[in-house]
C-alpha cells in the first residue's frame, strides 16, 4: 500500500471537502490509498452517523464512496499517463452521478473497510466501482462516475 | 402543504437518523413536508458542508435525497391504503438503492428546495424521484428504491 493519501496530493483549493479535505476541520477526512491495482480506505464512524441506533445512516456510507471514488479517479488518471500524482496540469474529477445498493445494515462500531476499482477510463472519464464491508461482510455496493474538472469548472 | 412534517410522525426507534431524526442533535434534522401530489423540503446548507469553497459537497446532496426519498415513500404508502400518518402498524420505509446525477455545482449559500414525486409504488416498495434545485436551477437529479422496513430488520 502507498503510504501517502491520495487526499493529501491535493492542492488547496481541493482540500476543503466536508468528505475528505484534510483542511475541513469539521469534516469526516477520509483518507484513500493505491494499493496494488486498486485503492482502499478505513473509516470509523461516529456515534452520532446513525440511521437506527446501531446502524450508519446512508448518506455517511454515499459520502465516503463519493469521495473515495473522486479519490481513486485521480489516482488511476496519473498512473494511466504515468505521471506522478499531483504532479501539473492538475488531475483532479468531480463525481457525475453516484449509485449506492443498500446490502445488510451496516453497525456502526466496527471500522468501514472501502475497495475501489476502475471499471473504465478515458481521458475525460473514470468509473470507479466501490465495495464497502465490515468484517468481510459486504455492506454497500457503489459506483461513482467522475468526470475530469474542467478549466472552468468554478467560473 | 401539510403543516406536521413527515418526519415529525416517526416513532422514538426511528427519530435518531442523523440526516432526518428530530432527536440526533448533531444531525441535520431535515423536515419533509406533503404538498398536493408531492413532498418538499428546504434545506440551508452549513459553511463546512463544502465540496470547494462556495459549493456544496455531493455526500450533503445524497445525504438529503435519501432522507426526502424514504419520508415520501412513507407518506405515500399511507396515503395509498388511506391512512392516517404513523397510524399503526407502521409504515417505514429504508433506502435499498440510490442514484444521485449531479447536473451543477449547487451554491452553499442557497437555499436547497427539495421535490419528490412517487414514480411507482406496490406494498412493498416505493420508487421516488426527487429533484434539488437552487433559485430554480436543477443542481442534482435522484431516484430512491425504498422498501418497506421487515418486522426483522434489526435483529
Redesign the interface.
Known amino acids: 500500500m502507498e503510504k501517502k493519501a491520495i487526499q493529501d496530493y491535493y492542492t488547496e483549493?481541493?482540500a476543503?471537502?466536508?468528505?475528505c479535505?484534510k483542511l475541513?476541520?469539521?469534516?469526516l477526512k477520509l483518507k484513500s490509498y493505491w494499493d496494488g491495482n486498486e485503492s482502499i480506505a478505513r473509516f470509523r464512524p461516529k456515534w452520532?452517523?446513525?440511521?437506527?441506533?446501531?446502524?450508519v445512516?446512508?448518506?455517511?456510507i454515499?459520502?465516503?464512496i463519493?469521495?473515495h471514488g473522486t479519490g481513486t479517479a485521480a489516482a488511476a488518471a496519473y498512473k494511466l499517463v504515468g505521471r506522478e500524482m499531483g504532479s501539473e496540469p492538475l488531475l483532479r474529477y468531480?463525481?457525475?452521478?453516484?449509485?449506492?445498493?443498500?446490502k445488510k445494515?451496516t453497525p456502526i462500531d466496527q471500522e468501514l473497510f472501502l475497495v475501489g476499482s476502475v471499471k473504465k477510463i478515458t481521458e475525460k472519464k473514470v468509473i470507479v466501482s466501490i465495495e464497502l464491508t465490515v468484517n468481510g461482510v459486504l455492506c454497500a455496493q457503489g459506483e461513482v462516475v467522475a468526470v475530469k474538472i474542467p478549466d472552468n469548472?468554478?467560473s
Open positions: 483549493d481541493f476543503h471537502c466536508y468528505g479535505g475541513n476541520e469539521g469534516g452520532y452517523h446513525i440511521a437506527f441506533p446501531g446502524y445512516y446512508g448518506g455517511l454515499a459520502s465516503l463519493d469521495c468531480v463525481t457525475a452521478s453516484i449509485r449506492v445498493d443498500f445494515p469548472f468554478l
